[in-house]
């Protein structure tokens, strides 16, 4: 067990509607040497805060040392591991309905996007892309989302993504240093979520 203020490499926080030991058998696939994974409990509410900034069911989150330190080393075989784990837990909850409990006018009646399931991916320390999928997508494009999302986490911290489609996606302002994205089916590319639109 990690002590408290090691940052784990990767987190998946599971609520607690969820079975216990829901992600256990992701996380064993998951574990390497020399790379920090750990599952977490998180109680269902409630939360103060807008909608979509609030975890989901399953969130699973990905720290920046596992691009720049672990990915060094390990390469593609776990980057591939990681992708399909991912995009695993995703179909285990596509069929999930999660309600949201909230003030008068603070929760939207009609949800676009899905309270089961998100990938929040640090960019820098106090900055992070948080993925969030359409709650009327296709679990085959849910898939590719879930890849294009893993791709892009990468690129940025190999440095070889072009400034003209990361500034696209830092347009709203980042609230407590998450900025939402989704992915596009139709342009088959992750693109900005205005959380207030």
Request: hydrophobic residues 45%.
């Given at each position: ?17 969820l079975p216990e030991g829901f992600a256990d058998a992701d996380i064993d696939k998951l574990a390497a040497p020399g790379l920090r994974v750990v599952t977490r409990r998180v109680p269902s509410g409630p939360f103060a ?149």
């Amino acid at each position: 067990m990690d002590a408290p203020d090691v940052k784990p490499d990767i987190a998946v926080l599971t609520s607690v509607v969820l079975p216990e030991g829901f992600a256990d058998a992701d996380i064993d696939k998951l574990a390497a040497p020399g790379l920090r994974v750990v599952t977490r409990r998180v109680p269902s509410g409630p939360f103060a805060g807008l909608e979509l900034y609030l975890p989901t069911a399953v969130m699973v989150c990905i720290g920046t040392a596992y691009f720049t330190d672990f990915f060094q080393k390990a390469g593609e075989d776990h980057y591939d591991l990681l992708k399909q784990t991912a995009k695993s837990m995703y179909a285990r909850l596509a069929s999930v309905r999660v309600a949201a409990i909230g003030s008068s006018g603070k929760i939207s009646a009609a949800r676009k996007y899905s309270l089961a399931y998100s990938i929040v991916g640090e960019l820098v320390s106090g900055l992070s892309f948080k993925l969030i999928l359409s709650t009327e997508i296709a679990q085959d494009d849910a898939a590719s989302g879930v890849e294009a999302f893993l791709d892009l986490l990468r690129d940025i911290h190999a440095g070889t993504i072009d400034e003209a489609r990361l500034q696209p996606l830092l347009e709203h302002k980042p609230i407590d240093g998450v900025v939402l994205v989704t992915f596009d089916s139709a342009s088959g590319e992750i693109v900005a979520v205005d959380s207030h639109g």
